[in-house]
């Protein structure tokens, strides 16, 4: 019986695990794909793939997504389904599909000749808490190698990723690979590719989250984590520069105008003093011409409520109201 014999050419790795993924698939294109990246190292664009192969780019960026899914090959966060909106890409490499088969940047970790990678992920592993596996592994060499980040801007990094975890979920959160992946990226999209950038980035958002808690407090919000929509407009009025007992001034009189937390009635009133130039309490209550003034108040009691204490018991029933509301919030 005769037998066919393959020829013995240079050798291409093709781990067992994926050979066993791409067979399960069943997916022709995703094979031929696949060993196209093994073949390449992963360094062709969308275009050069699609005309090697014989294909459109469509069905290169479909298939690559595929083997994405199949946990194959790492694809940047900017380039995953439903991330189109914002198609800005990391500085390192231009041009580059960004994506390389995961056993491939396995072994390339491995061939760590100076030590610095071991290094990396042992710091890292004391940080997420358990063992890297090989996809954590291809996943910080990615970091590492296709964004060009320092080691020690990748611990700076992956500590960052855990205060703000800790600060959202509470002490027990830990981040995953996937979730600092997702941080390194954007960090290489603004540019942070220093130590000193990286410090002075985390400074100012320590900063920043120190702001909304503060706020959080001014307003008696429940002790938890604030919602996005809820974070996006404290973070929008500390930049604007108000400081939180002028915020909590808006919600004061948000609360008399509306029964409720109104964050976009709140969100108006301070736009309306930021377009005056009023940002503490004291120049709001001097120039803002629909900011209450007490003397006004005490001036109509003594002219109109002599000996009743209407305006007295009026502003104390004002008061309750407020402190209930701000107890219900």
Avoid at 125 to 137: E, F, M, N, R, T
Avoid at 178 to 183: H, L, T
Avoid at 253 to 269: C, E, F, N, P
């Amino acid at each position: 019986m005769a037998r066919f014999k393959l020829p013995e050419p240079e050798s291409l790795a093709l781990p067992r695990a994926a050979a066993e993924k791409l067979i399960r698939a069943r997916d022709a294109e995703g094979a031929l794909l696949y060993l196209h990246m093994l073949a390449t190292g992963g360094t062709r664009t969308y275009e050069q793939t699609a005309g090697e192969l014989g294909r459109s780019t469509g069905e290169i960026r479909d298939t690559v997504m595929k083997l994405s899914d199949l946990g194959l090959v790492l694809v940047p966060p900017e380039e995953e389904r439903g991330d189109a909106a914002d198609k800005r890409r990391a500085p390192a490499k231009t041009g580059e599909i960004y994506t390389r088969p995961i056993g491939e940047t396995k072994k390339l970790a491995e061939t760590d000749g100076d030590g610095v990678f071991h290094w990396l992920a042992q710091g890292v592993q004391s940080v997420v808490g358990k063992p890297l596996s090989s996809d954590d592994l291809a996943r910080l060499y990615a970091i590492r190698a296709e964004l060009e980040l320092p080691p020690d801007v990748i611990l700076l990094l992956v500590h960052f990723c855990a205060d703000e975890l800790r600060a959202e979920k509470g002490d027990g959160a830990r981040p995953t690979m996937r979730y600092i992946e997702k941080a390194a990226y954007v960090w290489a999209r603004d540019g942070i590719a220093t130590h000193d950038d990286a410090e002075k980035y985390m400074l100012a958002q320590s900063r920043r989250r120190e702001g909304a808690d503060a706020v959080r407090e001014a307003l008696q919000l429940p002790k938890r984590a604030l919602s996005p929509a809820e974070r996006k407009y404290v973070s929008a009025w500390l930049d604007m520069g108000f400081p939180p007992e002028t915020i909590a001034l808006a919600y004061d009189r948000t609360v008399l105008q509306t029964g409720k937390l109104a964050w976009s009635y709140m969100d108006s009133i301070l736009r309306s003093w930021l377009n005056k130039g009023l940002f503490t309490p004291e120049e709001i209550a001097e120039k803002d011409t629909r900011a209450p003034r007490d003397n006004s108040r005490k001036n109509q009691s003594a002219a109109s409520g002599a000996g009743t204490g209407l305006m007295g018991e009026e502003l104390e029933r004002v008061r309750r109201m407020i402190e209930s509301m701000r107890k219900a919030n």
